[in-house]
Protein backbone atom coordinates (compact mmCIF):
# COMPACT_ATOMS: atom_id res chain seq x y z
CA UNK A 1 0.00 0.00 0.00
CA UNK A 2 1.20 3.93 -0.58
CA UNK A 3 -0.21 6.48 0.43
CA UNK A 4 1.03 9.73 -0.80
CA UNK A 5 -0.33 13.43 1.43
CA UNK A 6 -0.05 16.54 -0.80
CA UNK A 7 -1.03 19.99 -0.35
CA UNK A 8 0.30 23.22 1.42
CA UNK A 9 2.55 23.94 3.61
CA UNK A 10 1.01 23.67 6.88
CA UNK A 11 -1.77 21.41 6.10
CA UNK A 12 -0.98 18.71 8.54
CA UNK A 13 1.04 16.49 6.04
CA UNK A 14 3.86 15.09 8.33
CA UNK A 15 1.73 15.01 10.96
CA UNK A 16 -0.85 13.35 9.88
CA UNK A 17 1.42 11.40 7.49
CA UNK A 18 3.15 9.36 11.00
CA UNK A 19 -0.08 8.65 12.21
CA UNK A 20 -1.44 6.94 9.29
CA UNK A 21 1.71 4.75 9.05
CA UNK A 22 2.05 4.34 12.62
CA UNK A 23 -1.72 2.93 12.47
CA UNK A 24 -1.44 0.65 9.24
CA UNK A 25 2.11 -0.74 10.64
CA UNK A 26 3.74 1.24 7.19
CA UNK A 27 7.31 3.24 6.75
CA UNK A 28 7.08 6.71 6.69
CA UNK A 29 9.06 8.86 4.30
CA UNK A 30 9.34 12.74 4.08
CA UNK A 31 10.39 14.10 0.22
CA UNK A 32 11.63 16.86 2.20
CA UNK A 33 13.70 15.24 4.49
CA UNK A 34 14.37 13.30 2.01
CA UNK A 35 16.03 16.40 0.14
CA UNK A 36 17.85 17.24 2.78
CA UNK A 37 19.51 13.89 3.84
CA UNK A 38 20.49 13.55 0.12
CA UNK A 39 22.41 16.97 0.13
CA UNK A 40 23.33 17.03 3.82
CA UNK A 41 22.55 20.70 3.17
CA UNK A 42 18.85 22.27 4.63
CA UNK A 43 15.84 22.85 2.19
CA UNK A 44 16.08 26.99 3.34
CA UNK A 45 19.77 26.57 3.42
CA UNK A 46 19.06 25.64 -0.54
CA UNK A 47 16.41 28.28 -1.44
CA UNK A 48 18.66 30.86 -0.05
CA UNK A 49 21.53 30.18 -1.48
CA UNK A 50 20.24 28.43 -4.89
CA UNK A 51 16.86 29.19 -5.17
CA UNK A 52 13.68 27.56 -5.61
CA UNK A 53 15.09 26.25 -9.31
CA UNK A 54 18.30 24.69 -7.60
CA UNK A 55 15.62 22.53 -5.07
CA UNK A 56 12.63 21.22 -7.47
CA UNK A 57 15.02 19.02 -9.81
CA UNK A 58 16.50 17.76 -6.28
CA UNK A 59 13.01 17.03 -5.28
CA UNK A 60 12.20 15.29 -8.72
CA UNK A 61 15.21 12.77 -7.99
CA UNK A 62 13.96 11.80 -4.94
CA UNK A 63 10.48 11.18 -6.06
CA UNK A 64 11.30 9.42 -8.82
CA UNK A 65 13.01 7.00 -6.86
CA UNK A 66 10.04 6.38 -4.64
CA UNK A 67 7.80 4.79 -7.46
CA UNK A 68 7.77 1.61 -6.40
CA UNK A 69 8.30 2.50 -1.97
CA UNK A 70 5.27 1.25 0.03
CA UNK A 71 4.39 3.26 3.09
CA UNK A 72 3.23 6.96 3.85
CA UNK A 73 4.83 9.59 1.97
CA UNK A 74 4.50 13.14 2.52
CA UNK A 75 5.37 15.61 -0.24
CA UNK A 76 6.58 19.25 -0.34
CA UNK A 77 3.74 21.92 -1.17
CA UNK A 78 4.83 22.64 -4.64
CA UNK A 79 5.81 18.66 -6.29
CA UNK A 80 2.69 18.01 -7.67
CA UNK A 81 3.16 21.31 -9.90
CA UNK A 82 5.54 18.85 -12.01
CA UNK A 83 3.56 16.15 -13.56
CA UNK A 84 6.45 13.81 -13.68
CA UNK A 85 6.34 13.60 -9.73
CA UNK A 86 2.70 12.80 -10.27
CA UNK A 87 3.00 10.11 -12.54
CA UNK A 88 6.00 8.83 -9.52
CA UNK A 89 3.49 9.62 -7.09
CA UNK A 90 0.29 8.05 -8.38
CA UNK A 91 2.49 4.52 -9.29
CA UNK A 92 0.69 2.09 -7.13
CA UNK A 93 -0.63 4.96 -4.59
CA UNK A 94 -3.45 6.56 -3.69
CA UNK A 95 -2.75 10.40 -3.50
CA UNK A 96 -4.73 12.72 -0.52
CA UNK A 97 -4.77 15.84 -1.04
CA UNK A 98 -4.93 17.77 2.95
CA UNK A 99 -6.98 21.39 2.65
CA UNK A 100 -6.92 24.29 4.83
CA UNK A 101 -8.00 27.81 4.77
CA UNK A 102 -5.34 30.25 4.08
CA UNK A 103 -6.09 32.19 7.37
CA UNK A 104 -5.43 28.42 8.94
CA UNK A 105 -2.09 28.23 7.01
CA UNK A 106 -0.83 31.60 7.55
CA UNK A 107 -1.50 30.55 11.85
CA UNK A 108 0.34 27.19 11.40
CA UNK A 109 2.82 28.26 9.69
CA UNK A 110 3.60 31.45 11.39
CA UNK A 111 7.80 31.41 12.71
CA UNK A 112 8.59 28.63 10.16
CA UNK A 113 12.33 28.86 9.05
CA UNK A 114 11.04 28.70 5.49
CA UNK A 115 11.93 31.27 2.99
CA UNK A 116 9.44 33.23 1.10
CA UNK A 117 8.55 32.27 -2.54
CA UNK A 118 7.25 35.18 -3.58
CA UNK A 119 8.43 37.79 -1.78
CA UNK A 120 4.80 38.61 -0.74
CA UNK A 121 3.46 39.49 2.93
CA UNK A 122 2.68 35.41 4.69
CA UNK A 123 -1.04 35.92 4.28
CA UNK A 124 -0.62 37.32 0.32
CA UNK A 125 1.61 34.50 -0.12
CA UNK A 126 -0.55 32.00 0.92
CA UNK A 127 -3.41 33.06 -1.38
CA UNK A 128 -1.61 33.47 -4.07
CA UNK A 129 0.25 30.01 -3.91
CA UNK A 130 -3.14 28.51 -3.18
CA UNK A 131 -4.78 29.86 -5.75
CA UNK A 132 -2.47 28.55 -8.68
CA UNK A 133 -1.58 25.60 -6.99
CA UNK A 134 -5.47 24.17 -6.51
CA UNK A 135 -5.92 22.94 -10.15
CA UNK A 136 -2.51 20.99 -9.87
CA UNK A 137 -3.64 19.77 -5.99
CA UNK A 138 -7.08 18.62 -7.60
CA UNK A 139 -5.71 16.89 -10.86
CA UNK A 140 -3.38 14.72 -9.16
CA UNK A 141 -5.20 14.09 -5.83
CA UNK A 142 -7.68 10.89 -5.39
CA UNK A 143 -9.23 11.83 -1.99
CA UNK A 144 -9.61 15.27 -0.45
CA UNK A 145 -9.64 16.17 3.12
CA UNK A 146 -10.28 19.09 5.08
CA UNK A 147 -7.89 19.31 8.28
CA UNK A 148 -8.62 22.99 8.87
CA UNK A 149 -10.21 23.29 12.85
CA UNK A 150 -9.32 19.14 13.66
CA UNK A 151 -7.86 17.01 15.60
CA UNK A 152 -4.85 15.14 13.37
CA UNK A 153 -6.12 11.93 14.84
CA UNK A 154 -9.65 12.49 13.44
CA UNK A 155 -7.81 13.86 9.99
CA UNK A 156 -5.83 10.26 9.95
CA UNK A 157 -9.10 8.32 11.00
CA UNK A 158 -10.76 9.65 8.18
CA UNK A 159 -7.85 8.96 5.81
CA UNK A 160 -7.74 5.41 6.52
CA UNK A 161 -10.98 4.88 6.39
CA UNK A 162 -11.53 6.71 3.09
CA UNK A 163 -8.31 5.04 1.78
CA UNK A 164 -10.08 1.49 2.56
CA UNK A 165 -12.48 2.45 -0.36
CA UNK A 166 -15.71 1.69 -0.86
CA UNK A 167 -18.55 -0.41 1.22
CA UNK A 168 -19.94 -2.24 -1.96
CA UNK A 169 -19.73 -3.16 -5.75
CA UNK A 170 -19.81 -0.08 -8.11
CA UNK A 171 -23.26 -0.50 -9.99
CA UNK A 172 -24.80 2.77 -11.63
CA UNK A 173 -28.48 3.86 -10.11
CA UNK A 174 -31.19 2.82 -12.75
CA UNK A 175 -31.61 4.72 -15.85
CA UNK A 176 -27.91 4.62 -17.48
CA UNK A 177 -27.28 2.53 -20.35
CA UNK A 178 -24.51 0.67 -20.14
CA UNK A 179 -22.77 -1.81 -23.14
CA UNK A 180 -23.39 -5.58 -22.56
CA UNK A 181 -20.52 -6.83 -20.19
CA UNK A 182 -20.08 -3.57 -18.44
CA UNK A 183 -22.22 -3.72 -15.06
CA UNK A 184 -20.13 -6.83 -14.43
CA UNK A 185 -17.12 -5.32 -15.19
CA UNK A 186 -17.74 -2.42 -12.75
CA UNK A 187 -18.85 -5.21 -10.39
CA UNK A 188 -15.47 -6.91 -9.88
CA UNK A 189 -13.58 -3.28 -9.27
CA UNK A 190 -11.95 -2.88 -5.98
CA UNK A 191 -13.58 -0.31 -3.50
CA UNK A 192 -10.17 1.68 -3.71
CA UNK A 193 -10.32 1.60 -7.65
CA UNK A 194 -10.65 5.39 -8.48
CA UNK A 195 -13.67 5.96 -11.11
CA UNK A 196 -13.95 8.04 -13.94
CA UNK A 197 -16.30 8.14 -16.68
CA UNK A 198 -18.27 10.27 -19.77
CA UNK A 199 -21.05 11.57 -19.08
CA UNK A 200 -23.39 12.03 -22.12
CA UNK A 201 -26.61 11.08 -23.96
CA UNK A 202 -25.95 9.27 -26.19
CA UNK A 203 -22.38 8.28 -24.77
CA UNK A 204 -21.78 4.42 -25.70
CA UNK A 205 -20.36 5.18 -28.87
CA UNK A 206 -17.40 7.06 -27.12
CA UNK A 207 -13.80 5.62 -27.56
CA UNK A 208 -12.41 7.80 -24.30
CA UNK A 209 -13.16 4.81 -21.94
CA UNK A 210 -10.65 2.39 -23.98
CA UNK A 211 -8.46 5.38 -24.58
CA UNK A 212 -8.40 6.10 -20.23
CA UNK A 213 -8.32 2.46 -19.20
CA UNK A 214 -5.43 2.32 -21.42
CA UNK A 215 -3.93 5.21 -19.64
CA UNK A 216 -4.60 4.21 -16.51
CA UNK A 217 -3.16 0.86 -17.21
CA UNK A 218 0.14 2.25 -18.71
CA UNK A 219 0.96 4.69 -15.49
CA UNK A 220 0.29 2.20 -13.12
CA UNK A 221 -3.15 3.86 -11.69
CA UNK A 222 -5.78 1.64 -9.66
CA UNK A 223 -8.85 3.27 -11.52
CA UNK A 224 -11.27 2.55 -14.29
CA UNK A 225 -13.00 4.72 -16.65
CA UNK A 226 -16.79 4.31 -17.36
CA UNK A 227 -20.17 4.99 -19.25
CA UNK A 228 -22.58 7.92 -17.38
CA UNK A 229 -25.13 7.37 -20.30
CA UNK A 230 -28.10 9.76 -19.31
CA UNK A 231 -30.04 12.70 -20.52
CA UNK A 232 -30.18 14.44 -17.54
CA UNK A 233 -27.31 15.98 -15.97
CA UNK A 234 -28.84 16.25 -12.51
CA UNK A 235 -28.92 12.79 -12.54
CA UNK A 236 -25.07 12.25 -14.04
CA UNK A 237 -24.17 14.03 -11.03
CA UNK A 238 -25.85 12.51 -8.06
CA UNK A 239 -24.77 9.11 -9.26
CA UNK A 240 -21.05 10.57 -9.75
CA UNK A 241 -21.80 11.77 -5.82
CA UNK A 242 -23.08 8.31 -5.00
CA UNK A 243 -19.97 6.45 -6.29
CA UNK A 244 -17.10 8.81 -5.09
CA UNK A 245 -16.28 9.83 -8.73
CA UNK A 246 -13.48 11.57 -9.25
CA UNK A 247 -13.31 12.96 -12.95
CA UNK A 248 -15.56 12.98 -15.68
CA UNK A 249 -15.12 13.89 -19.48
CA UNK A 250 -18.68 15.60 -20.71
CA UNK A 251 -19.56 15.69 -24.06
CA UNK A 252 -23.44 16.48 -26.03
CA UNK A 253 -25.88 17.88 -24.32
CA UNK A 254 -24.40 18.11 -20.98
CA UNK A 255 -21.30 20.45 -21.21
CA UNK A 256 -23.51 23.45 -20.94
CA UNK A 257 -25.33 22.00 -17.75
CA UNK A 258 -21.73 20.99 -16.16
CA UNK A 259 -20.85 25.01 -16.31
CA UNK A 260 -24.17 25.22 -14.61
CA UNK A 261 -23.61 22.87 -11.79
CA UNK A 262 -19.72 23.83 -10.68
CA UNK A 263 -18.82 25.28 -7.23
CA UNK A 264 -15.97 26.83 -9.39
CA UNK A 265 -14.67 26.92 -13.15
CA UNK A 266 -11.35 28.11 -14.83
CA UNK A 267 -11.25 31.17 -17.56
CA UNK A 268 -11.83 29.05 -20.51
CA UNK A 269 -15.02 27.27 -19.54
CA UNK A 270 -16.31 30.59 -18.66
CA UNK A 271 -15.42 32.54 -21.83
CA UNK A 272 -16.50 29.68 -23.62
CA UNK A 273 -19.72 28.73 -21.87
CA UNK A 274 -19.41 25.02 -21.58
CA UNK A 275 -17.74 22.69 -20.00
CA UNK A 276 -16.12 19.42 -21.31
CA UNK A 277 -13.63 18.50 -17.72
CA UNK A 278 -15.01 17.89 -13.97
CA UNK A 279 -13.95 16.98 -11.10
CA UNK A 280 -15.27 16.37 -8.32
CA UNK A 281 -13.25 17.22 -4.51
CA UNK A 282 -15.94 15.88 -2.07
CA UNK A 283 -18.93 16.99 -2.54
CA UNK A 284 -17.23 20.43 -4.64
CA UNK A 285 -17.15 20.61 -8.17
CA UNK A 286 -14.30 21.70 -10.73
CA UNK A 287 -15.24 22.30 -14.49
CA UNK A 288 -12.88 23.12 -17.22
CA UNK A 289 -12.87 22.91 -21.08
CA UNK A 290 -10.17 21.43 -23.05
CA UNK A 291 -12.12 21.32 -26.58
CA UNK A 292 -10.08 24.62 -27.43
CA UNK A 293 -7.06 23.21 -26.41
CA UNK A 294 -7.87 19.83 -29.65
CA UNK A 295 -8.63 22.92 -31.87
CA UNK A 296 -5.71 25.33 -30.97
CA UNK A 297 -2.98 22.85 -31.22
CA UNK A 298 -2.96 21.62 -34.56
CA UNK A 299 -3.33 25.11 -35.68
CA UNK A 300 -0.61 26.75 -34.77
CA UNK A 301 1.97 27.65 -36.37
CA UNK A 302 -0.31 28.22 -39.32
CA UNK A 303 -0.45 32.01 -40.31
CA UNK A 304 -3.36 33.47 -41.29
CA UNK A 305 -5.64 36.46 -40.78
CA UNK A 306 -9.22 35.54 -41.98
CA UNK A 307 -10.98 32.22 -40.35
CA UNK A 308 -14.18 30.68 -40.44
CA UNK A 309 -16.21 28.57 -38.34
CA UNK A 310 -19.08 26.57 -39.91
CA UNK A 311 -21.51 26.17 -37.28
CA UNK A 312 -22.92 27.95 -33.89
CA UNK A 313 -23.05 25.04 -31.06
CA UNK A 314 -20.72 24.23 -27.97
CA UNK A 315 -17.76 23.37 -30.16
CA UNK A 316 -18.11 26.39 -32.33
CA UNK A 317 -17.66 28.28 -29.50
CA UNK A 318 -14.77 26.77 -28.08
CA UNK A 319 -12.95 27.04 -31.85
CA UNK A 320 -14.16 30.63 -31.84
CA UNK A 321 -12.11 31.04 -28.84
CA UNK A 322 -9.16 28.81 -30.02
CA UNK A 323 -9.06 30.97 -33.43
CA UNK A 324 -9.02 34.19 -31.31
CA UNK A 325 -6.49 33.04 -29.13
CA UNK A 326 -4.17 32.70 -32.35
CA UNK A 327 -5.17 36.23 -33.65
CA UNK A 328 -6.97 35.14 -36.59
CA UNK A 329 -9.92 37.38 -37.54
CA UNK A 330 -13.16 35.16 -36.91
CA UNK A 331 -16.68 35.04 -38.54
CA UNK A 332 -18.97 32.74 -37.60
CA UNK A 333 -20.99 31.01 -40.72
CA UNK A 334 -24.18 28.72 -39.78
CA UNK A 335 -28.01 27.89 -40.99
CA UNK A 336 -29.54 29.71 -38.33
CA UNK A 337 -28.70 33.61 -38.93
CA UNK A 338 -29.67 34.58 -35.40
CA UNK A 339 -27.50 31.88 -33.72
CA UNK A 340 -24.47 32.65 -35.67
CA UNK A 341 -25.14 36.36 -34.60
CA UNK A 342 -25.44 35.19 -31.17
CA UNK A 343 -21.65 33.02 -31.11
CA UNK A 344 -20.13 36.09 -32.73
CA UNK A 345 -21.52 38.58 -30.46
CA UNK A 346 -20.16 36.91 -27.47
CA UNK A 347 -17.05 37.03 -28.83
CA UNK A 348 -17.02 40.27 -30.68
CA UNK A 349 -16.35 38.81 -34.19
CA UNK A 350 -18.41 38.63 -37.87
CA UNK A 351 -21.41 36.51 -38.72
CA UNK A 352 -23.09 34.65 -42.18
CA UNK A 353 -24.69 32.62 -43.58
CA UNK A 354 -22.75 29.53 -45.11
CA UNK A 355 -22.51 30.80 -48.60
CA UNK A 356 -20.72 34.08 -47.39
CA UNK A 357 -17.68 31.95 -47.27
CA UNK A 358 -16.89 33.75 -51.03
CA UNK A 359 -17.34 36.89 -49.17
CA UNK A 360 -14.64 36.28 -46.26
CA UNK A 361 -12.38 34.29 -48.06
CA UNK A 362 -10.62 32.59 -45.24
CA UNK A 363 -7.22 30.97 -45.07
CA UNK A 364 -8.68 28.91 -42.74
CA UNK A 365 -12.19 26.92 -42.36
CA UNK A 366 -13.32 24.83 -38.77
CA UNK A 367 -16.14 22.99 -39.66
CA UNK A 368 -18.49 22.59 -36.17
CA UNK A 369 -21.42 20.83 -37.18
CA UNK A 370 -22.19 16.97 -37.42
CA UNK A 371 -22.71 17.25 -41.16
CA UNK A 372 -20.31 14.40 -42.92
CA UNK A 373 -20.58 12.14 -39.33
CA UNK A 374 -20.77 8.11 -39.66
CA UNK A 375 -21.62 7.63 -42.85
CA UNK A 376 -23.44 11.36 -43.67
CA UNK A 377 -22.35 11.41 -47.12
CA UNK A 378 -23.12 15.24 -47.05
CA UNK A 379 -20.19 18.12 -46.63
CA UNK A 380 -21.77 21.67 -46.45
CA UNK A 381 -18.72 23.37 -48.68
CA UNK A 382 -18.21 23.06 -52.57
CA UNK A 383 -15.04 22.35 -54.11
CA UNK A 384 -15.59 26.06 -55.60
CA UNK A 385 -16.51 27.41 -51.79
CA UNK A 386 -12.83 26.60 -50.90
CA UNK A 387 -9.38 28.13 -52.24
CA UNK A 388 -6.29 26.26 -52.61
CA UNK A 389 -3.92 26.62 -49.84
CA UNK A 390 -7.08 26.89 -47.63
CA UNK A 391 -5.80 25.02 -44.07
CA UNK A 392 -9.41 22.98 -43.60
CA UNK A 393 -10.10 21.42 -39.91
CA UNK A 394 -12.69 19.30 -40.00
CA UNK A 395 -13.86 18.18 -35.76
CA UNK A 396 -15.80 15.31 -37.17
CA UNK A 397 -13.62 12.33 -36.50
CA UNK A 398 -15.75 9.25 -37.36
CA UNK A 399 -14.88 8.93 -40.22
CA UNK A 400 -11.44 9.72 -40.28
CA UNK A 401 -11.78 11.34 -43.57
CA UNK A 402 -15.07 13.02 -44.21
CA UNK A 403 -16.70 14.33 -47.64
CA UNK A 404 -15.65 17.76 -46.54
CA UNK A 405 -11.51 16.71 -46.42
CA UNK A 406 -12.18 14.68 -49.41
CA UNK A 407 -13.57 17.61 -51.02
CA UNK A 408 -10.73 19.89 -49.62
CA UNK A 409 -8.12 18.03 -50.17
CA UNK A 410 -8.98 17.73 -53.97
CA UNK A 411 -9.31 21.42 -53.91
CA UNK A 412 -5.70 21.66 -52.87
CA UNK A 413 -6.50 22.33 -49.58
CA UNK A 414 -4.22 21.46 -46.23
CA UNK A 415 -6.72 19.32 -44.25
CA UNK A 416 -6.44 18.41 -40.79
CA UNK A 417 -9.07 15.83 -39.45
CA UNK A 418 -11.22 15.76 -36.04
CA UNK A 419 -8.91 12.67 -34.72
CA UNK A 420 -6.06 15.80 -34.18
CA UNK A 421 -8.33 17.75 -31.99
CA UNK A 422 -9.50 14.52 -29.87
CA UNK A 423 -5.95 13.72 -29.24
CA UNK A 424 -5.31 17.33 -28.24
CA UNK A 425 -8.15 17.49 -26.07
CA UNK A 426 -7.92 14.62 -24.22
CA UNK A 427 -3.76 15.59 -23.64
CA UNK A 428 -5.27 18.30 -21.95
CA UNK A 429 -8.30 16.71 -20.51
CA UNK A 430 -5.60 13.81 -18.76
CA UNK A 431 -3.49 16.01 -16.92
CA UNK A 432 -6.38 18.61 -15.52
CA UNK A 433 -7.81 14.79 -14.24
CA UNK A 434 -4.76 13.40 -13.04
CA UNK A 435 -2.06 15.46 -12.73
CA UNK A 436 -0.25 13.07 -15.45
CA UNK A 437 0.99 14.56 -18.34
CA UNK A 438 1.10 12.13 -21.73
CA UNK A 439 2.30 13.93 -24.76
CA UNK A 440 0.86 13.78 -28.47
CA UNK A 441 2.68 10.51 -29.47
CA UNK A 442 1.76 8.11 -26.88
CA UNK A 443 -1.84 9.43 -26.98
CA UNK A 444 -2.08 8.09 -30.95
CA UNK A 445 0.15 5.03 -29.67
CA UNK A 446 -2.47 4.34 -27.10
CA UNK A 447 -5.26 4.97 -29.44
CA UNK A 448 -4.08 2.84 -31.88
CA UNK A 449 -3.72 5.34 -34.76
P1 LIG B 1 -24.09 21.19 -31.21
O1 LIG B 1 -23.86 22.06 -30.02
O2 LIG B 1 -25.31 20.36 -31.30
O3 LIG B 1 -24.01 22.15 -32.51
C1 LIG B 1 -24.17 21.66 -33.80
C2 LIG B 1 -24.13 22.79 -34.80
O4 LIG B 1 -24.21 22.20 -36.10
C3 LIG B 1 -25.29 23.77 -34.69
O5 LIG B 1 -24.85 25.04 -35.06
C4 LIG B 1 -26.28 23.21 -35.72
O6 LIG B 1 -27.16 24.16 -36.23
C5 LIG B 1 -25.31 22.80 -36.80
N1 LIG B 1 -25.90 21.84 -37.71
C6 LIG B 1 -26.44 20.63 -37.43
N2 LIG B 1 -26.88 20.04 -38.56
C7 LIG B 1 -26.62 20.91 -39.57
C8 LIG B 1 -26.84 20.87 -40.97
N3 LIG B 1 -27.43 19.82 -41.55
N4 LIG B 1 -26.44 21.93 -41.71
C9 LIG B 1 -25.87 22.99 -41.13
N5 LIG B 1 -25.62 23.09 -39.82
C10 LIG B 1 -25.99 22.06 -39.04
O7 LIG B 1 -22.88 20.18 -31.40
P2 LIG B 1 -21.34 20.43 -31.04
O8 LIG B 1 -21.05 20.02 -29.65
O9 LIG B 1 -21.00 21.84 -31.42
O10 LIG B 1 -20.60 19.39 -32.00
C11 LIG B 1 -20.57 19.59 -33.40
C12 LIG B 1 -19.69 18.52 -34.02
O11 LIG B 1 -18.33 18.75 -33.62
C13 LIG B 1 -20.02 17.10 -33.52
O12 LIG B 1 -20.95 16.49 -34.34
C14 LIG B 1 -18.69 16.39 -33.54
O13 LIG B 1 -18.58 15.70 -34.75
C15 LIG B 1 -17.68 17.50 -33.53
N6 LIG B 1 -16.86 17.47 -32.27
C16 LIG B 1 -15.65 16.89 -32.38
C17 LIG B 1 -14.83 16.83 -31.27
C18 LIG B 1 -13.46 16.22 -31.42
O14 LIG B 1 -12.82 15.90 -30.41
N7 LIG B 1 -12.98 16.07 -32.63
C19 LIG B 1 -15.24 17.37 -30.04
C20 LIG B 1 -16.51 17.96 -29.96
C21 LIG B 1 -17.31 18.00 -31.10
P3 LIG B 1 -28.65 24.35 -35.59
O15 LIG B 1 -28.43 25.01 -34.26
O16 LIG B 1 -29.32 25.22 -36.59
O17 LIG B 1 -29.25 22.98 -35.47
Redesign the pocket.
Known sequence: MKVVLIGYRGTGKTTVGKMVARRLSLPFLDTDALVEEMTGISIPTIFASAGEAAFRPLEREVIASLADFRGVIATGGGAVLDPENVRALRTGGTVVLLEADPEEVVTRIAGSDRPSLTGLQPEEEVQSLLRTRRPFYLAAADICVRTGGRRPDGVADEIIARCAGRPGPVSLPAGFSLPSGEAERLATLGPATGLYGIAGHPALHSRSPLLYNALFARYGMDAAYTFFDHPDFGAVLNAARLLGVRGLSVT?PH?EAALAASDEADRHAAAIGAANTLILCGDHVRVSNT?WV?VRRPLEGVAAERAVVL??????AAAVYALLSLGYGVTVL???AG?AEALAARFGCEAGA?RDIDRVRPEVVVH????G?AGDPRS?LAPEDLRPGTTVFD???TPKETPLLRTAAARGCRTIP??E??VY?ACEQFLHMTGIRVDDLTMWEVLGE
Open positions: IKDGGAGGAAARDKIATPVMLLVYGTMFQ
